[in-house]
């Protein structure tokens, strides 16, 4: 299998003041297409961070890190934005939907962005919502949807692009005990169908999902061995 995270020895400094904060102290680590994987670790181990390098969200101080095979630190904000768009569908703990938007229109919103024409947007975004057991619910606003539902809604969002890459973090941390179930089935049918999906999370029980485990405290990881997941 070909990685699709790549970092070697990446550290991540923030200035505070006259101090500086290393987040990351010397992350080496590949992540492999097709794997499910999970980062967890304790608030202020450096999981955020790590998370935002990940997703291209913020870029190493030092090291290397490669997205399907391409440097990060050698683009440009708008390739960055690009290959991002590409490769990376996110799903976060607030789920980020528009209130005022319907189901439909929120998932495709990437699409908007990508400059793909709106009678296609439409369909692929009605497809979306299918694969994630919502199409009877395409017109419905957020506000009109349980939690879970609107995390399925942004999981559909997360897969309009077709991206190799699913980034959850914290996928279900404002979930109750049944609608996480059914995320976390959602999200091992999708990593069973062939896509990458790696998992943010400070929960032992969402991470149990998991093929692999990343440890991370103090800005440095380490990995349980691959585990077959029932």
């Known amino acids: 299998m070909s990685a699709v995270l790549e970092l070697h020895d990446v550290t991540k400094v923030y200035a505070a003041g006259e101090l500086e904060v290393k987040a990351l102290a ?11 994987v999970a980062v967890i670790g304790p608030s202020g181990s450096g999981k955020s961070t790590l998370m935002h390098i990940l997703g291209c969200l913020d870029v190493p101080t030092a090291g290397t ?3 399907a095979g391409e440097d990060v630190s050698e683009l440009d904000e708008d390739r960055l934005a690009d290959l991002r768009n590409r ?10 939907l528009l209130a005022y ?10 699409l908007v962005y990508a400059g793909v024409e709106p009678h296609e947007r439409h369909e692929r975004a009605l497809a979306a919502l299918g694969q994630v057991g919502l199409a009877n619910r395409a017109e419905h606003k957020p506000g009109e ?3 879970g539902q609107q995390q399925r809604v942004a999981i559909a969002r997360a897969l309009v692009t077709e991206p ?14 049944t609608s996480t179930g059914e995320v976390l089935d959602l999200l091992d049918a999708l990593h069973r169908s062939g896509r990458t999906v790696v998992l943010i999370t400070h929960e032992a029980d969402v991470a149990d999902r998991a093929q692999r485990v990343i440890q991370i405290r103090d800005g440095l990881v380490w990995q349980e ?4 997941v029932a």
Do not use: C, K, Y
């Not at 010397?26 to 499910?36: K, N, R, W």
């Open 26 to 36: 010397g992350v080496t680590l590949d992540i492999h297409e097709g794997e499910m």
């Open 65 to 67: 890190f490669r997205l």
């Open 87 to 96: 490769h990376i569908g996110f799903v976060f703990q607030q789920f980020n």
């Open 101 to 110: 938007l319907p189901a439909w229109r929120n998932v495709e919103l990437p």
């Open 145 to 147: 949807l349980s939690g």
């Open 164 to 177: 190799a890459l699913i980034l959850a973090d914290e996928p279900t941390g404002n979930l109750d005990s």
């Open 225 to 228: 061995p691959d585990h077959a």
